[in-house]
């Protein structure tokens, strides 16, 4: 399993800072957020740092978007991406789904707030489509949804494809009985944690992938406003814990 950097978690930038934000931390593979190509420059300055892009983050697809995924399957062609990461209404999956070549992977993310926020969810939306669509593990937002980690990624059974590492805290028992509905219109957004005091267990993590099989992409995210710090934090803890389990 490789680690990557995500450009999202330092969507402040122009994409030449996030980068080079991502390079200082050691970072040689990277996530792109669709965000940061916002033109031929930006494209092009990603292809001439030489990096390794594992994925686009193309953001979302919901029912009342009119977004369609032609700049992000134009963009993994244009920095050798394999495969596309999105949240995906389940009313749209196959409309998306079906506008992404065959030579792509769709990995559909889990968002704690919309209605793919569950592993059952998740798998019952992307159950009957091809294989090359499979889902991509969001560990903070399945915090927040209040499902470990590890958990979302054994009821995946098999179809997950890529991994977001990103820490978050999960929800007190009363903000999860309201509903994710009310819960988002009537509380307050989640504030992402200081690096390394989320609940996000990266040894139980690790376990739960090995055991499953899984030996893609991991992917460094964060939200918060010490994305450096955060990141480090992840980089030392995954590193800990990948060693531990060889060792």
Request: one cysteine or more; hydrophobic letters at 50%.
């Given at each position: 399993m490789r680690?990557?950097?995500?450009?999202?978690?330092?969507r402040g930038l122009p994409v030449a800072g996030?980068?080079?934000a991502l390079e200082e931390l050691r970072f040689d593979a990277v996530e792109v957020w669709l965000g940061h190509l916002d033109s031929d420059a930006a494209i092009e300055t990603v292809r001439s740092r030489g990096l390794d892009v594992v994925a686009v983050s193309a953001g979302g697809y919901y029912e009342s978007d009119t977004a369609t995924p032609a700049r992000a399957v134009e963009a993994a062609y244009?920095?050798?991406?394999?495969?596309i990461v999105a949240c995906v209404s389940p009313s749209r999956l196959r409309e998306v789904a079906a506008a992404i070549p065959d030579d792509l992977e769709l990995c559909v993310e889990n968002h704690w707030d919309q209605q793919l926020a569950r592993p059952g969810e998740v798998l019952r939306a992307i159950g009957a489509l091809p294989s090359r669509?499979?889902?991509?593990?969001?560990?903070?937002?399945?915090?927040?949804?209040?499902?470990?980690?590890?958990?979302?990624?054994?009821?995946?059974?098999?179809r997950l494809r890529h991994v977001h590492l990103k820490d978050a805290r999960p929800p007190h028992y009363l903000e999860r009985a309201v509903g994710r509905r009310i819960r988002r219109r009537l509380l307050p957004r989640p504030e992402p944690p200081e690096p390394g005091t989320g609940a996000l267990e990266i040894s139980s993590l690790v376990a739960a992938l090995s055991e499953t099989g899984y030996t893609g992409t991991i992917t460094a995210e964060d939200e918060g406003p010490h994305p450096?710090?955060?990141?480090?934090?992840?980089?030392?803890?995954?590193?800990?814990?990948?060693?531990a389990r060889q060792g």
């Open positions: 680690l990557a950097g995500h450009t999202y978690a330092f996030a980068l080079t244009a920095l050798g991406a394999p495969r669509v499979g889902a991509c593990l969001d560990t903070g937002h399945a915090l927040l949804a209040g499902v470990r980690p590890e958990r979302f990624a054994r009821g995946l059974e098999g450096q710090d955060a990141l480090t934090d992840l980089a030392a803890r995954w590193g800990v814990a990948t060693m």
